[in-house]
């Protein structure tokens, strides 16, 4: 996993942004913390879909599913 972090403008006002490589399920410390989350899966292999299911399940679970902006990629 990797970090990133970068000082944006948006609408005159700075934000931090963080993004965090995870690898693995997410635990209550990430998503206390997490605003938004891409999930990404291969198109060539269902099984990753299905891993990206379970973990969007586990993550509503642990934080109301409309609390965190989510997006999903699927990848070649």
């Known amino acids: 996993g990797g970090q990133f972090k970068r000082e944006v403008t948006v609408d005159g006002q700075s934000h ?3 993004i965090r490589e995870e690898a693995g399920a997410p635990d209550a410390q990430f998503a206390s913390w997490a605003d ?3 999930f ?3 198109l060539e292999s269902e099984s990753s879909f299905e891993e990206v ?3 969007h399940a586990l993550l509503s679970d642990l934080r109301g599913a409309g ?3 989510l997006a999903l990629v699927g990848t070649q």
């Open 16 to 18: 931090l942004l963080l």
């Open 36 to 38: 938004a989350v891409i």
């Open 40 to 42: 990404v899966f291969s």
């Open 53 to 55: 299911a379970q973990l």
């Open 67 to 69: 609390d965190v902006a």
